[in-house]
Nanobody, 115 residues
Framework: QVQLVESGGGLVQPGGSLRLSCAAS????????MSWYRQAPGLERELVAA????????IYADSVKGRFTISRDNAKNMLYLQMNSLKPEDTAVYYC????????WGQGTQVTVSS
């Protein structure tokens, strides 16, 4: 089972940018399709973006299309989420997720968009 650790969250003003990172260990990242999810207080966890094992295909939630970019560096065992033009409604805990026989979640990183 792969272990995942997110980083890069924080407080940012509306219109700002953040880059989230997810470090994988225990297994090679290219064994997994990967995703970013987020969960805001009182709401269900939702898919933000996903990427195939070698990055050939990506999908995004409608709410983040054109603003967020998911990418991966399998050589470094890293997953990224570049978030631009952030809005207050993007405030949530962001999780990376490895889709495998035994799926794995990271512990999450808080993103707060507020002036």
């Amino acid at each position: 089972q792969v272990q995942l650790v997110e980083s890069g969250g924080g407080l940012v003003q509306p219109g700002g940018s953040l880059r989230l990172s997810c470090a994988a260990s225990g297994r090679i990242l290219s064994d997994y399709a990967m995703s970013w999810y987020r969960q805001a207080p009182g709401l269900e966890r939702e898919l933000v973006a996903a990427i195939t094992k070698f990055g050939s295909s990506t999908i995004y939630a409608d709410s983040v299309k054109g603003r967020f970019t998911i990418s991966r560096d399998n050589a470094k065992n890293m997953l990224y989420l570049q978030m631009n033009s952030l809005k207050p409604e993007d405030t949530a805990v962001y999780y990376c997720y490895a889709q495998g026989t035994i799926p794995s979640w990271g512990q999450g990183t808080q993103v707060t968009v507020s002036s």
